[in-house]
């Protein structure tokens, strides 16, 4: 039954984000381990790493993807940009569908709005987590904690 729903015994994670941020070669990069096997489910990890490098390219400028090994609660990815992060009224609002925290800088950039939500149902579908924070000296931290 593991199998129908997308679960994959072995995916190689670096592997999975440098075929991720290859869709934004010289904007987004991978830090981390070369090699790193998790039993997970690829296809909506993928799909919420797609959505998260996009905006952080989209909003920061530039991404950093990194792949954090030695988290006692399992391997996490975090999604780093440069952007002007967010208020605290955006943050609180982030999850909600449709919701965008600049409208003129929606209009300019086109979606709808969807990305963090849809990531963040994507993750929560197989047990992962999605945390939003700013970064000190600037930008967002989006961290994807994957369950181990």
């Known amino acids: 039954a593991l199998a129908l729903m997308g679960y ?4 190689d ?3 999975l984000i440098r075929a ?17 096997t998790l039993a997970t489910h690829r296809d909506p990890l ?9 905006n952080a390219v989209r909003f920061g400028g530039k991404a950093k ?21 967010l208020t605290d009224e955006v943050l609180a609002r982030i999850y909600e569908p449709f919701f965008r925290g600049d ?7 086109g979606g709808f709005g969807l990305g963090i939500p849809t990531a963040e149902r994507l993750l929560k579908r197989f047990g992962g987590r999605l945390q939003i924070a700013n970064r000190d ?7 994807l904690q994957l369950p181990g």
Not at 20 to 36: C, H, M, N, Q, T
């Open 137 to 143: 000296g600037g930008g967002l931290a989006v961290t």
């Open 46 to 54: 993928e799909q919420a790493l797609i959505r998260l490098v996009d």
């Open 8 to 11: 994959d015994t072995g995916v």
């Open 103 to 109: 409208a003129a800088r929606a209009r300019d950039t």
């Open 13 to 15: 994670l670096p592997a």
């Open 20 to 36: 991720v941020i290859a869709r934004w070669p010289k904007l987004a990069r991978y830090e981390g381990p070369k090699s790193l």
């Open 65 to 85: 993807v990194r792949l954090v090994a030695d988290d006692p609660e399992g391997p996490r990815i975090e999604v780093l940009d440069q952007g002007p992060g």
